[in-house]
């Protein structure tokens, strides 16, 4: 099933998400995004050698990628051969698709969602029923007399003198803004100040609006449209007291560049180097609000004054074109305009204001009012909010977007999707030498000669099934997989025999056939031929159970043999052992190097899934490492980290000066070895650091030297007045232990 899956997943098993997901692999190769219209036609054939080659080698053991533009020159597959097995993929694509993989917690989250709305629905609810009347009533009271005039907008727009420290000048519009006229300057600070009515007032507002003549439409004047308001005071001006500066707080606003020094926080931190910045929303008008942490009880002929510093380090970061307001509403909303009240509204008003003491909510229009109040009501507007806020991100559940290779559904994007890339060709052609433009002629899908064994089955017919639920699907690379691993008239028996092959390597380090991915003519022949056979044979009769071939394999007497080999006369006969006659060490490969120093010390993450990452620090297995080219591992590469860009069957196992040196300097091994000394209380305990990175007790001379060398290691740590010296000692012990050859050989 893991080849089949592999092939054709999503053809087999279209209700399987891991069957899907495995067909991310056929996909993982080369997809180059900048190209040209020419090479539109080439790179799709490139794509599909590298499906064939890749199949050809892991799974049949076979370079059937050599007759892409002839003949093999050593195994007997022809060029045909080839082409007839690459249209098996001739409309597989690279997709993403996603699944639920973890359905119960994510019903857990939606019905955590559905409770958690319906709670604040009933909230919202029972406030409207119960409070709302009563909180309209009391707004009411409080903003307008019976005889007053009735303005309950949550903004209102002031108007009034603006100046500025340099030459620029501002022409007041009639919307009740100011637009800057003329060349920015490099900093400025500007002063605007405005008569405002009598009343309570919580709250002022500064927008910044967009310009058609602004800088890419502003709101800022800089080269980018953007500004950067340094300061914001305010001040109260009033006949009987004077000045009186007044605190802002709670500051908010449509947008800010970030949530740090660009934040609209940082226009009131006295920083003139911070401030409220809006890069990514350029071309926008915005808003800040801020509460006045002591609402202000104004009088007749009290003035506001306003002081705006732009002194960031880039020059010209000042506002275009400005507007403020001010709002007696505790919670005014946080909005661009929105500072008029609807004239139904203020008739309403008008008759429901003469009736407050006779149970006004009886009136025809008080809902028209209690609409409109609604969004100024702090609580009504919270929980509306979090309504909105849960609807509109539904509950929290868990999906995982994937990598496949599908057929009939959305293409992965490409640079070149505007330019017409089509992703695949409905046909395959032969090609004259590789050549995309020396076609010879279409192709049906089919597989090499040399394996079929019944006339008739030419091509996929006799494995294509009728039955098809993917109406999408051409269901080809389903025919690939079932012939693959079909053991009568398919490779199935070669398959099994390059994977017990594969499985041999994998715990002696070397195959029966010492050339796993090429089982041709050019490949090493098997050293032991009735062995191989017999375990191929094993895992068709076990139903394709790895776990027999490996109990098999590690039960037997070969596997379990000394590795001891001095003066043997056997080595004088076979000195490489290419006949098992004894265990030869074989180091761990890089990825596992570096896993077992985190393991044993701890440090290893072992969450599965997520995405990858290229910091060389991280905790998790070496198995979510990104692969790029120009970033990678150094430590990864002196253990024969493999080169990327290729298919590696068997990798290289090197020993070199360096791999020594980055034991006692990388990172990973001193944070590591850091961990395991933490581990213990005492120098008693040694045996347990033993058993975590050697799987073995210490030796009564290994005990007596490591107590030796932490004296000697504590004593210079301290001639340094290095703190934790004791620590620290245990820690350099811990290091040279991961450096052993043991903890990194498998004996």
């Known amino acids: 099933r893991f080849v089949q899956w592999q092939l054709a997943g999503d053809e087999l098993a279209t209700?399987?998400?891991?069957?899907?997901?495995?067909?991310?692999?056929?996909?993982a190769g080369a997809f180059p995004t900048q190209l040209t219209e020419r090479e539109f036609e080439s790179t799709r054939y490139n794509e599909l050698d590298d499906m064939t080659a890749t199949t050809g080698v892991a799974f049949l053991g076979l370079s059937i990628g050599c007759a892409r533009c002839h003949d093999h020159k050593f195994d007997p597959i022809s060029s045909e051969d080839y082409y007839r097995f690459a249209a098996s993929f001739t409309a597989a694509i690279r997709s993403e698709k996603t699944f639920d993989l973890s359905p119960?917690?994510?019903e857990k989250a939606r019905e955590n969602h559905a409770q958690e709305l319906r709670r604040l629905k009933e909230r919202l609810q029972a406030f409207e029923s119960e409070q709302l009347d009563k909180e309209l009533i009391a707004f009411i009271r409080e903003n307008h007399s019976k005889s007053s005039a009735i303005e309950f907008e949550p903004w209102r727009n002031i108007r009034g003198e603006i100046q500025s420290s340099s030459t620029s000048r501002f022409q007041s519009q009639p919307d009740g803004s100011y637009l800057a006229i003329g060349e920015a300057p490099n900093q400025e600070t500007l002063t605007f100040t405005a008569t405002i009515p009598p009343g309570k007032w919580n709250a002022i507002r500064m927008e910044a609006l967009a310009d058609p003549s602004l800088p890419r439409q502003g709101p800022g004047r800089a080269g980018n449209g953007n500004f950067a308001l340094g300061n914001l005071t305010l001040e109260h001006l009033s006949k009987s007291r004077g000045a009186q500066p007044l605190r802002l707080d709670q500051p908010r606003a449509t947008h800010q560049q970030n949530s740090?020094?660009?934040?609209?926080?940082?226009?009131?931190?006295?920083?003139?180097?911070?401030?409220?910045?809006?890069?990514?929303?350029?071309?926008?008008?915005?808003?800040?609000?801020?509460?006045?942490?002591?609402?202000?009880?104004?009088?007749?002929?009290?003035?506001?004054?306003?002081?705006?510093?732009?002194?960031?380090?880039?020059?010209?970061?000042?506002?275009?074109?400005?507007?403020?307001?001010?709002?007696?509403?505790?919670?005014?909303?946080?909005?661009?305009?929105?500072?008029?009240?609807?004239?139904?509204?203020?008739?309403?008003?008008?008759?429901?204001?003469?009736?407050?003491?006779?149970d006004p909510a009886k009136h025809p229009a008080w809902q028209t009012i209690a609409n409109w109040y609604k969004p100024i009501n702090a609580t009504w507007s919270e929980l509306s909010n979090k309504i909105a806020k849960l609807e509109k991100d539904g509950p929290e559940i868990r999906l995982t977007k994937v990598l496949v290779t599908t057929e009939g559904q959305p293409h992965l994007p490409h640079h070149a999707d505007d330019r017409g890339y089509p992703h695949f060709y409905p046909e395959t052609h032969m090609l004259r030498r590789g050549d995309v433009e020396q076609k010879v002629g279409i192709v049906t899908p089919g597989f090499p000669q040399v394996f079929v064994r019944h006339e008739g089955t030419k091509n996929d017919l006799h494995w294509s099934d009728a039955d098809k639920p993917n109406p999408k699907s051409s269901y080809r690379r389903a025919a690939l997989a079932k012939w693959m691993t079909d053991t009568q008239d398919g490779t199935g028996s070669l398959l099994a025999r390059v994977i017990v092959n594969r499985l041999w390597q994998h715990h002696f380090g070397r195959g029966i056939v010492a050339t796993p991915n090429d089982f041709g003519t050019t490949g090493q022949k098997p050293t032991h031929p009735e062995l191989l056979d017999w375990m191929a044979s094993e895992l068709i009769s076990q139903g394709w159970q790895l776990k027999s071939i490996h109990k098999q394999i590690m039960t037997s007497q070969t596997y379990m043999q000394s590795n001891r080999m001095?003066?043997?006369?056997?080595?004088?006969?076979?000195?490489?052992?290419?006949l098992w006659w004894h265990r030869a060490p074989r180091r761990l490969e890089a990825e596992s190097i570096r896993?077992?120093?985190?393991?044993?010390?701890?440090?290893?993450?072992?969450?599965?899934?997520?995405?990858?990452?290229?910091?060389?620090?991280?905790?998790?297995?070496?198995?979510?490492?990104?692969?790029?080219?120009?970033?990678?591992?150094?430590m990864m590469m002196l253990f024969d980290w493999p080169e990327h860009l290729v298919s590696i069957g068997q990798r290289q196992s090197t020993t070199i000066a360096p791999q020594a040196l980055a034991f006692m300097n990388n990172p990973v091994s001193r944070s590591s070895a850091e961990a395991l000394a933490n581990s213990i209380s005492d120098l008693g305990q040694l045996d347990q650091i033993y058993l975590q990175v050697l799987s073995r007790?210490?030796?009564?001379?290994?005990?007596?030297?490591?107590?030796?060398?932490?004296?000697?290691?504590?004593?210079?740590?301290?001639?340094?007045?290095?703190?934790?010296?004791?620590?620290?000692?245990?820690?350099d012990f811990c290091q040279i232990l991961l450096c052993c050859n043991e903890f990194i050989y498998v004996d």
Do not use: C
């Open 15 to 27: 209700d399987e998400p891991m069957a899907w997901m495995a067909t991310g692999f056929l996909g």
């Open 104 to 106: 119960t917690e994510n």
């Open 260 to 358: 740090d020094s660009l934040s609209i926080a940082a226009s009131i931190d006295s920083d003139p180097v911070s401030g409220w910045a809006i890069d990514g929303q350029i071309g926008k008008s915005q808003a800040a609000v801020f509460r006045i942490a002591t609402p202000l009880d104004s009088q007749q002929e009290d003035q506001l004054r306003w002081t705006l510093r732009f002194h960031h380090p880039n020059a010209r970061h000042s506002m275009g074109r400005i507007r403020f307001s001010i709002s007696s509403s505790p919670e005014p909303p946080v909005e661009v305009g929105g500072n008029s009240t609807p004239a139904d509204v203020i008739d309403a008003l008008q008759e429901v204001v003469k009736l407050l003491d006779n």
């Open 566 to 578: 001095m003066d043997d006369p056997r080595s004088k006969v076979d000195p490489d052992n290419l």
């Open 595 to 634: 896993d077992s120093m985190l393991s044993v010390s701890g440090l290893l993450d072992r969450r599965l899934y997520g995405p990858g990452t290229l910091d060389p620090n991280m905790k998790r297995r070496s198995v979510y490492f990104f692969i790029k080219r120009s970033q990678l591992i150094p």
């Open 697 to 731: 007790k210490a030796t009564d001379a290994e005990r007596q030297a490591a107590m030796n060398f932490i004296a000697q290691a504590r004593a210079t740590r301290q001639e340094q007045n290095v703190p934790s010296a004791e620590k620290m000692a245990i820690a």
